[in-house]
């Protein structure tokens, strides 16, 4: 056992010969004739001796015993845990939550990609794990769906109705091809990018990460109600995907593999809400109650082995979407997810930004119309999973709890302030339009079964119309319905163009204001109704939210932190006579993305949803690989 050969014992026999007097030295005390006659007895003669067998039966049990500690004790791997922390950034640059997903990170775990308030509006920024501050990546503003390319040095991302790319050293954005559906994209090792749902194709599609057309090289069976492909992740080799058929419902969507050059679909078997990634030939996916599961793949990654293992907890699910989830997985087994949110009051606020609350009682707000005589507001609160409708009345500072179902969204009152319409999305998928009194009393009566995942509503002055946002072929639209016929509605802008969005109808009626990207970034509008023929461009340089002033002369917008007022004139034509900054400061007032967040009060004073607290956080997991292979382990046993 000595390190150096030189004080070794050649052979057992020398060793018990020291043992017992014999030698008081190595080895080399031994003569030569002594081995000479070691060497003459012959090899049987010493196997044989009592000794030696003896020794030897020593050494065995030495090293089965030492063999037994070393099968005991724990391997590195074991020994390794996996290290969480909260993504630390300035108060100026806290992340956003985003969709599909919060934010991406890379392979190895090194950078995150995430969404931050910026001075011109949220847009992506970059943030290595061994650096403090993040930085902007140029050309992304209203960016969302970050994915990074397999060596990490590019991020793919949907941005104003573009699949763009860009390099994280600096360089300005290269744009792929027309797209924005924002139903899941991956970067293959082959260098394509998967895309699901986009345009008028609802299935999977492949383009060069350099560019090209879109080549689709998967559709649903609508034989078997099969409606959309989503989701797509890649396997190592870049040849197969994951992806999850939907067919309306979270709880039925299920998961299969398809080839990239075309084929067979193959179902796993399984019910997943969204594969996450597929880390060598474990495919970690969602299910709708928000627990991660991995699934080990056959050699070909096209065959389910095994049964699913539970490899992380509880993540946040959004009930009103078909798989958008607060969290991402990289192939190197990294992660990011999120948690917290954002609670905010009831408040009127002025020319500097200061607010002045109406309501004490916060809570999870979003879209809070006034009703016609400037008493009461409508407002949507969320509790963990539903939503609601509740009235608050402004003279007795008062909540009355109005509707509880599983998602609704986008209150809108009756021309006569007695009662309000809103949407459900039932447990079958349906939209469904309501009316329901304001002042709590009977039951919500049923009005009409609407098209695709409605939200967003804005109701005529005659009160026989209204227009609402669905989610139809991939892309948010605007369709009308025409209350005395008992249709779902018909398209109101005949538009390819995705993110057409927070529609209000003028108080004469002849006009509506909307958002949308069809000339690049995102812009208010306003066209005619009920026959969108004639538009003009009210923002300049980005802006949403557009809101009617009561006289109808004015739309008040959100443009990065400022609430601008867009004047109009009539005639000869309509047309922008100024833009002025009315409120200069809305760092504190809630945006509300798709739909609009604020409205006009008596007075024209604007009310808004004031954040009180933003708990809102990134949890980044960079070696999460470890946990999921530990956990899939203990399954075993």
């Known amino acids: 056992l000595e390190k150096l050969p030189a004080d070794r014992f050649s052979t057992a026999h020398q060793f018990a010969g020291a043992l017992l007097g014999h030698s008081t030295i190595g080895a080399t005390a031994y003569s030569a004739s002594q081995n000479a006659r070691e060497s003459r007895a012959g090899w049987k003669a010493r196997v044989f001796e009592p000794l030696t067998l003896g020794l030897a039966a020593v050494a065995i049990a030495l090293a089965v015993a030492l063999g037994s500690v070393l099968m005991k004790r724990p391997s590195s791997s074991s020994k390794e ?7 630390a950034a300035p108060d ?16 190895d775990g090194g950078t995150v990609v995430y969404t931050a ?57 290269v744009t792929i091809t027309d797209a924005g559906a924002d139903n899941g994209v991956d970067w293959t090792s082959r260098d394509e990018i998967i895309l699901s749902s986009e345009g008028g194709s609802h299935g999977l599609s492949r383009i ?9 090289f998967s559709k649903p069976d609508t034989a078997i109600a099969e409606t959309y492909y989503l989701w797509p992740v890649a396997m190592p080799d870049g040849k197969t995907v994951a992806f999850t058929i939907w067919t309306g419902l979270q ?53 389910a082995e095994g049964k699913p293992v539970p490899v992380l907890d509880h993540v946040t699910v959004s009930s009103g979407n078909n798989g958008n989830s607060g969290i991402f997985v990289s192939s190197g087994g990294a992660l990011v997810s999120d948690r917290g949110g954002q609670t905010s009051a009831l408040a009127w606020i002025g020319p500097n930004g200061l607010s002045n609350s109406i309501s004490s009682e916060l809570k999870v707000y979003s879209f809070p119309p006034i009703s016609p005589d400037g008493q009461r507001i409508a407002v949507t609160v969320r509790d963990n999973d539903r939503q609601g409708i509740s009235i608050y009345d402004i003279g007795t500072k008062t909540f009355v709890p109005l509707a509880t179902v599983s998602v609704t969204t986008a209150p809108e009152w009756s021309r006569d302030g007695k009662s309000i319409l809103y949407i459900d999305i039932n ?27 409605s939200r967003g509503l804005s109701l ?6 209204l227009v609402y946002v669905t989610y139809i ?6 369709y009308r319905l025409t209350l005395d016929s008992l249709g779902e509605g018909k398209p109101f802008l005949a538009s390819s163009v995705n993110s057409t969005s927070e529609p209000q109808i003028s108080p004469d009626g002849r006009w509506i204001v909307v958002t949308s990207n069809e000339s690049g970034p995102r812009e208010v509008y306003v066209r005619t109704y009920p026959d969108p023929t004639f538009r003009i461009q009210i923002s300049s340089g980005g802006g949403g939210e557009g809101i009617w002033s009561k006289d109808g002369k004015t739309v008040f917008y959100r443009a990065g932190t400022s609430e601008i007022a867009a004047r109009l004139a009539t005639s000869p034509n309509l047309r922008v006579v100024s833009r002025d900054t009315v409120i200069r400061d809305m760092g504190r007032v809630a945006s509300g993305g798709l739909f609009r967040s604020a409205d006009l009060g008596p007075g024209g004073r604007f009310l808004g949803l004031i954040t009180n607290r933003n708990d809102f956080q990134l949890v980044v997991a960079p070696n999460w690989r470890v946990e999921m292979e530990q956990r899939i382990a203990a399954s075993r046993h």
């Open 427 to 453: 447990e079958k998928s349906r939209s469904v339009l309501y009316s329901h009194p304001a002042d709590g009393g009977t039951v919500a009566r049923k009005i009409a079964e609407l098209r695709g995942r």
């Open 460 to 465: 005529a002055p005659d009160g026989k119309s």
């Open 251 to 303: 709880a039925s969507a299920e998961l299969a593999t398809v080839a990239v050059d075309g084929g067979d679909i193959v179902k796993l078997g399984v019910n997943g809400l969204r594969p996450l990634a597929v880390i060598d030939r474990t495919l970690v996916y969602l299910q709708p109650d928000g627990i991660a599961m991995a699934l080990r793949l056959d050699r070909s990654h096209r065959h």
């Open 117 to 173: 308030a910026a001075l011109s509006g949220p847009m992506l920024y970059a943030l290595r794990t061994d650096q403090l501050d993040p930085h902007p990546i140029p050309g992304t503003s209203g960016g969302s769906q970050p994915i990074f390319s397999p060596d990490g040095q590019w991020i793919a991302f949907l941005s104003s109705g573009k699949l763009r790319k860009v390099k994280l050293d600096g360089s300005q954005p």
């Open 208 to 216: 060069s990460a350099d560019g090209g057309a879109l080549t689709v």
């Open 473 to 478: 072929g991939s892309q948010y639209q605007i």
């Open 81 to 87: 845990r996996t290290i969480r922390y909260t993504m």
């Open 92 to 107: 100026s640059l806290k992340p956003l939550g985003n969709f599909p997903w919060p934010a991406a990170i890379s392979a």
